[in-house]
């Protein structure tokens, strides 16, 4: 199956969610009250969430009067438009300028920050660049373990500490190993749960503090992974964790699972942080960068 194939089929929930906007564009319907409200009420079941769908909804509006749109076709391929652009903000691609690049992994627990560590590391890997891992999460028993497992699956250097200990002294032994070995990227997992959330906000800038000492640099990348099933819900975990760390940018997983597209609109509209890659599956290479225009053709691509 082609690539853009494997994208559509993972994106069959999403796109079950918006299919009744073609719907209303095959129905060359008169631009009425009831029209809007119809869109509106598809926006907000697809998780545009009701800010950002009324946000699209008063620019297409007003674009409709002025340019004397009559039929809903028309508005809804201007539609598709604004979505994509909405989607689309600078430094989109992960940007890797320093040696060795240190990406930092965040996001709660369960969202799929491990997993996405794997897969980034396979990503890279496959490019030449010598990768490592580091496992800062100590606070979780079987955390460790399961990134080794995934440092061997890819070729990846891989550094732990004793569960428990400070994950910033595991940042700081990483790091350190890092220049020994001559690494081009170090990921480092962190922890999605604490006792309070208050203490996980305080570690993430703990080790973000000790990345700047040992490197003289703020992170190349700070990565929030958010759960894409889990709709509004991701919006507000995404809030507090811009709060609390200077994200760059966001990796959706699940989209193959039962995430509604509107999702990815929303996070971007609240963050204003690009998304930079979305999971499409549990499996290794089930990660793609994040294309606007490519995900826009998969998302309303008739189910041909
Ligand atoms: N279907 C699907 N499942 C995924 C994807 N990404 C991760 N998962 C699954 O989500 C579950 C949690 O993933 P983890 O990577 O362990 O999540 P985590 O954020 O590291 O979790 P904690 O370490 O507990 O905070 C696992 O069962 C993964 O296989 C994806 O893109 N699609
Ligand atoms: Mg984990």
Redesign the pocket.
């Known amino acids: 199956m082609s690539w853009f194939g494997k994208l559509k089929t993972a994106l069959g929930r999403s796109r079950e969610s918006l299919a009744g906007v073609e719907t209303l564009a095959q129905q060359r319907r008169p631009l009425d009250r009831d029209f809007w409200d119809e869109l509106e009420e598809i926006l907000i079941a697809a998780d545009f969430g009701v800010p950002t769908a009324d946000k699209i909804l008063d620019g297409l509006q007003t674009v409709s009067r002025q340019e004397f749109w009559s039929r809903s076709d028309q508005a809804v391929s201007r539609f598709k438009q604004d979505v994509r652009r909405f989607l689309t903000l600078p430094n989109a691609a992960l940007r890797l300028s320093s040696r060795p690049a240190v990406i930092l992994v965040v ?1 709660v ?8 560590v794997g897969k980034l590391g396979r990503y890279l890997s496959s490019a030449g660049k010598r990768v490592m891992f580091v496992a800062a ?1 100590t606070f ?1 028993a079987a ?1 460790a373990e ?1 990134l080794g497992v995934w440092a061997e699956r890819c070729g990846a250097e891989f550094v732990r500490g004793r569960e428990g200990s400070d994950p910033s002294s595991v940042v700081y032994d990483g790091l350190a190993a890092a220049k020994a070995r001559n690494v081009d990227v170090v990921l480092i997992d962190t ?3 604490l006792q309070t959330k208050s203490n996980l906000m305080d570690e993430l800038k703990k080790m973000r503090r000790i990345i700047e000492r040992e490197t003289g640099r703020p992170p190349d990348e700070t990565l929030l ?1 958010v759960d894409g099933t889990t709709g509004q819900n991701a919006i507000s975990q995404a809030k507090l964790f811009n709060e609390a760390t200077a994200l760059t940018g966001v990796v959706v ?5 039962t995430a509604k597209g509107g999702v990815l609109v929303a996070i971007v509209d609240t963050l204003v942080v690009p998304i930079k890659f979305i ?4 499996g290794i290479d ?1 990660l793609s960068p994040f294309d606007p225009a490519t995900f826009i053709d998969a998302l309303f691509a008739s189910a041909a």
Do not use: H, I, Y
Request: charged share 30%; proline share 0%.
């Open positions: 996001g627990n369960g969202s799929g920050k491990t997993t996405t999460d979780r955390a399961q922890a999605g749960r992974v997983t699940k989209l193959d699972s999971g499409l599956g549990e089930e």
